[in-house]
């Protein structure tokens, strides 16, 4: 793991006046946000209001028409260098797979490890270690010779967490998967990020829709609606009223 703070002072993502335009429709304005390495963050925000396109833009999917953007330190002009890819692993808004898809999990897994190699590299004893380690921390490993596809919302959701952290990824930003769970595999899930967080020190920027829950297992709260609406304590009053304000 990243212990070298030197060049970036522990700010693992850092955005200045970042606004990102679809054609000539504005999703984000001037977004200033420092993420710290150890954060577990919350994003909350209405539809629609730039969520998803914030999460992009982190990993230089998208990229921003104005604004300037550092990744550990190191300003992104073009693309987010190699070395840097999978320190941030990505875990994108999503239903269910197929469950038809034809993988199983440990090949969905160690897909992570194949990432960081490069295709052209066979994938070594090493790595479906590595893969193993992954599916053991997110507790999926009685599941390995599964087909993904048979796996409910939320286990699919660990091996996708799973897959980012066989990457070795210090970072993880998740996409609204919750909205795909019931209470409880939400909470679930919330819990096994706070594991990761408290004792893996992986931080997290994870969007979720409620709000309740955020507070409850976020350090920090971040509310959008282009701009930024909030961004603080999840125990400040502020915050109520900056979701008031967006959501109604
Ligand atoms: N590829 C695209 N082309 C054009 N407009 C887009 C594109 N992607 C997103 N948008 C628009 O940008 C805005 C922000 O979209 P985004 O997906 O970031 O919102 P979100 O907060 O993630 O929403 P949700 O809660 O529904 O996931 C929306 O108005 C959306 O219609
Ligand atoms: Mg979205």
């Known amino acids: 793991m990243g212990d070298d703070i030197s060049s970036d002072n522990g700010i693992v993502i850092c955005m200045r006046d970042i606004s990102v335009v ?4 504005a999703a984000l304005y001037e977004i200033n946000l420092d993420i710290k390495k150890g954060d577990f963050i919350g994003i909350c925000g209405p539809n629609g209001s730039g969520k998803t396109t914030l999460l992009k833009t982190m990993i230089g999917l998208i990229q921003p028409i104005a604004g300037k953007m550092t990744l550990y330190g190191e300003e992104i002009i073009d693309s987010v260098p190699v070395h ?18 034809p993988a199983l999990v440990k090949d969905v897994v160690e897909m992570g490890r194949y990432a960081k190699a490069g295709l052209v590299n066979r994938i070594r004893k090493i790595d479906k270690q590595k893969a193993m380690d992954a599916l053991r921390l997110v507790d999926m490993e009685h599941s390995a010779e599964r087909p993904i596809g048979h796996l409910s919302g939320g286990q699919q959701q660990r091996v996708l ?10 970072v993880l930003l998740l996409d609204e998967f919750t909205s795909a769970l019931d209470f409880r595999m939400t909470e679930d899930i919330m819990e096994l990020l706070d594991y990761l967080n408290y004792t893996h020190k992986i931080t997290i920027i994870t969007v979720g829709h409620n709000i309740e829950i955020l507070r409850a297992y976020c350090n920090r709260i971040v509310c959008i609606n282009k701009v930024i609406a909030f961004d603080g304590d999840p ?11 967006i959501f109604h």
């Not at 679809?22 to 429709?25: H, L, N, R, S, V």
């Not at 967490?161 to 210090?170: K, N, V």
Request: a negative charge; glycine letters at 4%; hydrophobic letters at 40%.
């Open 22 to 25: 679809y054609g000539d429709f």
């Open 84 to 101: 840097t890819r999978f320190r941030i692993g990505y875990v994108p808004q999503i239903t269910t797979i197929d469950k038809n898809f």
């Open 161 to 170: 967490i799973a897959q980012a952290l066989a990457a070795e990824a210090e």
């Open 235 to 245: 125990k400040d009053s502020e915050l109520d009223k900056a979701i008031i304000k």
